[in-house]
Nanobody, 122 residues
Framework: VQLQASGGGLVQAGGSLRLSCAASDRTISSNVMGWFRQAPGKEREFVAVVSWSGGTTYYADSVKGRFTISRDNAKNTVYLQMNNLKPEDTALYYC????????????????WGQGTLVTVSS
């Protein structure tokens, strides 16, 4: 699966961004999809996950109430709406697809996009 993440950029604290992750070579409608992020000098960490139908979601405590993961299977795309952004949200954001199913660890995911950079200024 080829995943392409986009939508990153520079935003002031308190602002919003919407990230998109599109699959180009085959459908991801049967895959659990997740977003992860990696800040400079830190390990990649879980952000959010959505079930294949979009009906179930789960978030890291650090983003709960501010970020929303969703998907449009007709468009073969997953989204991450990020509101009330904080400087500590600055990171490279990756989308990922899981073959086996639900997970919050990087090892649970089989395919990764290239990452899109989000920078939040204070």
């Amino acid at each position: 699966v080829q995943l392409q993440a986009s939508g990153g950029g520079l935003v002031q604290a308190g602002g919003s961004l919407r990230l998109s992750c599109a699959a180009s070579d085959r459908t991801i409608s049967s895959n659990v999809m997740g977003w992860f992020r990696q800040a400079p000098g830190k390990e990649r960490e879980f952000v959010a996950v959505v079930s294949w139908s979009g009906g179930t979601t789960y978030y890291a405590d650090s983003v709960k109430g501010r970020f929303t993961i969703s998907r449009d299977n007709a468009k073969n795309t997953v989204y991450l709406q990020m509101n009330n952004l904080k400087p500590e949200d600055t990171a490279l954001y990756y989308c990922a697809a899981s073959v086996a199913g639900w997970g919050t660890d990087t090892e649970d995911y089989d395919y990764w996009g290239q990452g899109t950079l989000v920078t939040v200024s204070s």
